[in-house]
């Protein structure tokens, strides 16, 4: 199975900050890796997708880059509505498997 | 509108059986490969299980291969999870959402609890 390293599990931020969250693979994924934010008590709601593609209406200043083993969301500008946890997946192969989350709170 | 919405949750005790239900609306279900995903309490995201489109090409998770069988009836909209042998460790929210790569929809969840 392929293991997803979410780093850091917590961090805090302010409104106005730029925040990266780093997720490795334990081996190559190519752009195979999705990114969902979870408010408490909600769903995931799908940010980006092939590593670096925005789902429509979500907000600019969400970007996912890299491939292979090591890739990064970053938030620019971190809105009031951006506090969550993230959550990064891998669908190069079976079983899927998500990175343990990053829980982004306020500073 | 796009929608998902999972019904069938509930309480049952270690060793029992469990079915849910996942009613698609908005979309073209037929067209759509759909997955489930679920979420122990205070932890985080474990993909359980797959179908492709005719329903005849699924894959599981290890924790619940053998136990688990999804399903799909695409006259009726509906995706299924038939749960068996269930143990304290399935106690999560389950979701069903849309595709088997990223997942674009996502249904609110359904909270099944093993517990004696």
């Known amino acids: 199975d392929i293991q997803m390293t979410q780093s850091p599990s917590t961090l805090s931020a302010s409104v106005g900050d730029r925040v990266t969250i780093t997720c490795r693979a334990s081996?190559?994924?190519?752009?195979?890796l999705a990114w969902y934010q979870q408010k408490p008590g909600k769903a995931p709601n799908l940010l980006i997708h092939?590593?670096?593609s925005l789902e429509s209406g979500v907000p600019s200043r969400f970007s996912g880059s890299g491939s292979g083993t090591e890739f990064t969301l970053t938030i620019n500008s971190l809105q009031p509505d951006d506090f969550a946890t993230y959550y990064c997946?891998?669908?190069?192969?079976?079983?899927?498997?998500f990175g343990q989350g990053t829980r982004v709170e306020i500073k | 509108q796009v929608q998902l919405v999972e019904s069938g949750g509930g309480l049952v005790k270690p060793g029992g059986s469990l079915r849910l239900s996942c009613a698609a609306s908005?979309?073209?279900?037929?067209?759509?490969?759909m997955t489930w995903i679920r979420q122990a309490p205070g932890k985080g995201l474990e993909w359980v299980s797959n179908?492709?489109?005719?329903?005849?090409?699924?894959y599981y998770a290890a924790s619940v291969k053998g136990r688990f069988t999804v399903s799909r009836d695409n006259a009726k909209n509906s995706l299924y999870l038939q749960m068996n042998s269930l143990r304290a460790e399935d106690t999560a929210v389950y979701y069903c959402?849309?595709?088997?790569?990223?997942?674009?929809?996502w249904g609110q969840g359904t909270t099944v609890t093993v517990s004696s």
């Open positions: 959402a849309r595709g088997i790569y990223s997942m674009d929809v």
């Open positions: 908005g979309f073209t279900f037929s067209a759509n490969y």
């Open positions: 179908i492709n489109i005719g329903g005849d090409g699924v």
């Open positions: 081996q190559s994924i190519s752009s195979w």
């Open positions: 092939k590593a670096s």
């Open positions: 997946q891998q669908y190069n192969s079976y079983p899927r498997t």
